[in-house]
Each structure stands twice: as structure tokens, then as C-alpha cells.
């Protein structure tokens, strides 16, 4: 079993749409694979078969993979009630709402819990895609950050940091997510993505290699901005989440597309070695 993880310089930089895709190349080349998010906030709910809620994101990255989306893959479920109180769900189900200083305080309970549920959950996969949520950087809040390099070292997995870079600052984005980090934790960024570029990319092969020399971390693709149907958490780009509306021939086109898109723009080979520790165990 090997593990990857995805982190973001900042919230909606395309982490969701990306595991997708990578979950779905990864299973075209023949892997067992399966998504998990340790920690996720989303008004938007799917509920599985079982009729336990979970992240659409993770749903939709399930299916990407050929299996049935669970709500293992997304065990710990925050739910804005607004006023600083969340529902908070794990494994579906709801826990209670809590204030956020009462679930600073709960949290450290759950730190078992993923342990456990992340053990079972990885039996009988090659791959393991991880999720991780907001930024790895908040250096005020993130004393335990169950979402991001927390899980990392439950699940002892690389790390890809993903920034937007049509947000602008992109450089100062990355950089200095990598300077707010701890040591061990700037140890286990293994690349860097650049996300919904516009443009042309030769003339940005001169920053990329600026910034290499920097982070001293492989840039292992400059991803274009692609119009994807398949709508993130709580709407980002402002339109609700029409998943379960979609159906599912719709949504392989959507998948197929997007894997044909990071295929010619994210180097596939780099990626396999980050994720087996260049053991050679790929397909």
C-alpha cells in the first residue's frame, strides 16, 4: 500500500477537482485506489448507501475510482450552523454542534479515531489519495491539523502542494507556505502543482525554474484552467452542487476529460516515484 497527499497553499485552489483526476489516471493504469479526506467543511452532503453523509468531493472521487462512494472516506464532517457552531459528523453520523472552541478542545480525541479508521480503510488498496483542506500554514490555528500534515503523518504520506495561480501570487503563495512550516512537516513536501494557469506556458519556464531553485522541490506540472462539470463543495464558482443530478454516463465524459487534461499537463512519472519512494514498483 502507498499513500499521496494533496495540500493547498489556500482554500479553492482546485485540490477536489485534481484528486479527482489523479484518483481517475491512477485506476486507468490499472491501480486499486481509493480517496480519503480526513477532515472536511461543506454545507453541500452526499449520503452513501448506508445514508451516512460525506464531502460530495470525496463522492465524486469515489466514483472517479470505480467504487462506491462511503463515508469512511470522509470521516469527520463539519456542518455550519453559523455563529461559530458546526454539526459535527463522524462517520455520517452526527457527534453534536459544537462552538469552535469546544471542537479545538474535541479534536484531539479524533486523532484516535483517524488511526483507526485509516488503517481499515487503506486494506486491500495500492493507493491511497489524500485530501487535505485549507492551508497546511495557519500557523494560528494548526497546533492539530487533523485535515492537513496531521494526516500526513498518520498516513506517513508525501506531500504535493497545490497552488492557484490565477489568483495571482502564486511565487509568495508557495514560498511562503513552505516557510511557515515546521521542519518535519516542509520534509514531507515532496512537488508542487500550479493550478489554472492561462496563457502560454513557455513563457512561464523561466519562473519555474526560478522557483525550483528556491524551494529546492520539483514542480511536477503547470495545470491549465479547464472548464470541468463537475461542480466542487458549496459551489466555489458560485453555481450548488448538481452531482447527484448528474448522470452517470455524464459524469465518465467528465472524468475521462479531466484525466486527458492532467496527462498532458502534470509529469505522471515523477508522481509515481513520489508516491512508491522510487521502489519501482510501478505498473
Known sequence: MASIMFQGTASNVGKSVLCTGICRVLYEDGYSVIPFKSQNMSLDTYFDKNGKAMGIGQALQAEACGLEPMAYMNPILLKPCGNHVSEVLLLGNLVSKMSSEDYREYKHSLVFELERIYEEVKNGFDIVV????????????????????EMAKI??????????????????????TLQLLNQEDRKRVKGV????????????????????????????GVVPFIDINLEEEDGACGIKNNVVAKSSIEKEKEFEKLSRHLRENLDFKKIYEIIFEDEKLTK
Open 155 to 176: 498516513s506517513e504520506s508525501p506531500v504535493i502542494l497545490i497552488a492557484d495561480i490565477d489568483r495571482g501570487g502564486v511565487f509568495a503563495s508557495i514560498v511562503g
Open 193 to 220: 502543482i500550479i493550478n489554472k494557469f492561462r496563457g502560454n506556458k513557455d513563457y512561464f519556464s523561466d519562473g519555474i525554474k526560478m522557483l525550483e531553485e528556491i524551494i529546492s522541490i520539483p514542480v511536477v
Open 130 to 149: 489524500l485530501e487535505g483542506a485549507g492551508s497546511p500554514a495557519e500557523i494560528n490555528i494548526n497546533s492539530l491539523d487533523l485535515s492537513n500534515m
